[in-house]
């Protein structure tokens, strides 16, 4: 089922995709003439499947729950932000904030996004094949961040317990996020995401980094960090 | 021999004191509650009653109207509440389950409405408040489409009065495993919750942020936009321009959780003066009543809301003082306000999770001493008590109608606060810094 956005308001359209009657066969959507507008597919809550032809503006399927949804384009501010579970995958790039707070399901981005990628990301898993940009995962809590290219200063800046997988050059390091050694339960866990997703990609070539979980206590010691 | 005892005025010993546990402990000082300092508030203002010129209502027979529709510039389903007298976002993590549900019940018993906070919603508070307020906040912890589905209206935080520009702090000690859950963290350690949004900044960000939850929640909710009084009239601009339904504005006298004392003391301004300012905002976009002013920060008394009202609020909100009615600061186990090194009406330690009344705590001991059903009694009555006041005195300025009261009833009793409210000085025509023509 097609939905042109030059024809019909977006209201209607995130009505018909928020409200899918289950009894129905239709499953596959797609979505042309997005031309930037913001709040494309927010809300989404079932096992459907939408193409979005062209490029959005903010928040593009913003607290996804299920539904896989992949954008042929650029994505504004925010994609996939506080996303519950289900798949998005921009072909493009992103902007900031892409997958931010997401609490589950996976944020694939074929192209770059920019600063504070993955931001308090709590549970997700955001795969980036460019490269992010400057304080990426900050204040992180839970999921992984893979960057199969390079990332920008502050990297993982006052993280929790998200891990972050780096392949290329890291700029610099935020408080308290340091390289950790990347073992064999690592390994196996990025190959199984790799798997997943039909990925052919060497997990040995990545570099993990994660809290060093000195600022979990406020300790005076460490105040030259605050 | 006679001791010379005259006082440092610059160094008062409360000042010297503090001095010395700075210097032995290195640390800034974190403590729940809000401002402790005298500033310029509504009991500096009074009402003038009814005159000749002026009617009374009869206090018995004729009706005053304590109503009030919240949200209906844009959203499809507005909230009526029965009092213009609403219960602030208070965390579950900073508060434990039984103070939540019994803050559902009062508010619920009184038509009122009632507001999570940071560390999302509880099935206990949702199911006890006829009304919730559903906080999307800096952390976005705990926040999920469901909950924003079953809300009643959502309130994005940009502020809040004790610490305009300040994160959230939720120490350790008040982390157990179902706080820790709902928040994606480790159990124990402290958490910090950001001092901005993760993805936006500004207003024209804010519309679009807005946009979305509107589309999230199609079109239905209320949304509430809510900021700590640095710059009222700015911020009451802005909020409107970004579409809020209804905005929050919460002075300086506003209760926290855990802040550093010097944010609570010294970052934002007092109620009274951000009121004034905020009123003056919708007042010149023509968007006072259309988009709702709800006040909040040392809201005490019947006559407080009273004042606010009378100075253009729709409705104001209650933190501190809901708390107190659950027993907070009540002289009850004497013994364990000692262990924190205080007692009972001097407490404001509600970052240390050893609430002795079992208001700001996750120990399950310490929380057996608030009863839900009766903590929620005790809050109903409150309720009731500071809307029969209310309505005395809307009667007494002739008032059929809360909402009728208005700048024309109140006098200013100090400069300052004739000033800051912009009601003349009691017994002249004097309004500082006010210039007629
Ligand atoms: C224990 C406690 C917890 C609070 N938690 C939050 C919160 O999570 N989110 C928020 O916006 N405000 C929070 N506040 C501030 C209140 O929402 C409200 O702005 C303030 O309490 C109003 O001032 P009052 O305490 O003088 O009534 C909290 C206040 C207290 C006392
Ligand atoms: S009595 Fe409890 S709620 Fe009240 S200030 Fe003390 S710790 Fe906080």
Known sequence: MNFDLNKKKLREVNNYLQNIDRKDNKRKFELSNPQGQHAICVGLKDEIDVTIKGHTGYYCAGMNQKANITVHGNVGTGVAENMMSGKVIIKGNASQSAGATGNGGTLIIEGDASSRCGISMKGINILVKGSVGHMSAFMAQKGNLIVFGDADSDLGDSIYEAKIFVKGKVKSLGADCVEKKMDEKNINELNKIFKELNISEDPKKFKRYGSARKLYHFKIDNLSSY | ?437
């Open chain 2, 1 to 437: 021999m006679k001791k010379d005892l005259k006082e440092f005025k610059t160094f008062p010993s409360s000042v010297i004191k503090e001095i010395h546990r700075a210097a032995n402990e290195g640390i800034y000082k974190i403590r729940g509650l809000g401002a402790k300092r005298k500033v310029p508030d509504f009991d500096d203002l009074v009402f003038l009653g009814a005159s000749m010129s002026r009617y009374p209502l009869e206090g018995y027979r004729e009706k005053c109207n304590t109503s009030v529709i919240l949200g209906d510039r844009f959203a499809k389903k507005p909230i009526k509440l029965d009092i213009p007298i609403t219960i602030a976002g208070m965390s579950f993590g900073a508060l434990g389950a039984n103070a939540k549900e019994a803050l559902g019940r009062g508010a619920s018993a009184m038509g009122t409405s009632t507001t999570t906070g940071d560390g999302g919603m509880t099935k206990e508070e949702r199911s006890s408040s006829k009304y919730l307020i559903y906080q999307l906040l800096p952390s976005r912890y705990g926040m999920n489409p469901e909950d924003l589905r079953k809300a009643d209206a959502i309130e994005v935080v940009v502020g809040q009065g004790a610490k305009p520009g300040g994160g959230g702090m939720l120490l350790g000690q008040k982390i157990n495993k179902r706080v820790a859950a709902m928040r994606t963290l480790p159990e124990g350690i402290d958490q910090r919750s950001a001092c901005r949004h993760p993805d936006w900044t500004g207003p024209d960000d804010l519309e679009i942020k807005i946009q979305e939850l509107r589309e999230i929640t199609n079109w239905e909710k209320p949304i509430y936009v809510k900021v700590g009084a640095a710059r009222p009239y700015y911020d009451t601009t802005l909020a409107i321009k970004a579409g809020a339904d209804v905005v929050v504005l919460d002075g300086m006298q506003g209760g926290t959780a855990a802040t550093q004392d010097v944010f609570i003391e010294h970052v934002g301004i007092p109620t009274l003066g951000a009121l004034r300012e905020s009123v003056d905002a919708l007042k010149e976009l023509n968007m006072h009543r259309k988009v709702q002013l709800i006040i909040s920060g040392g809201i005490r008394t019947g006559a407080d809301v009273a004042k606010a009202l009378a100075m253009g609020a729709d409705a104001v909100s209650i933190g501190s003082a809901a708390m107190m009615a659950l027993n907070c600061n009540a002289d009850l186990y004497r013994e364990d306000y000692e262990k924190l090194g205080t007692e009972p009406g001097f407490c404001h330690h509600c970052h240390t999770g050893k609430c002795p009344v079992g208001v700001a705590t996750q120990d399950p001991v310490l929380e057996k001493r608030l009863n839900p059903v009766d903590g929620g009694k005790r809050l109903k009555n409150y309720l009731s008590t500071l809307t029969l006041e209310l309505q005395t005195l809307a009667r007494a300025n002739g008032k059929s109608d809360v909402r009728n009261l208005e700048p024309e009833d109140l006098a200013a009793l100090t400069v300052e606060a004739a000033a800051m409210a912009r009601v003349p000085l009691a017994g002249t025509d004097w309004i500082p810094g006010f210039k007629k023509y």
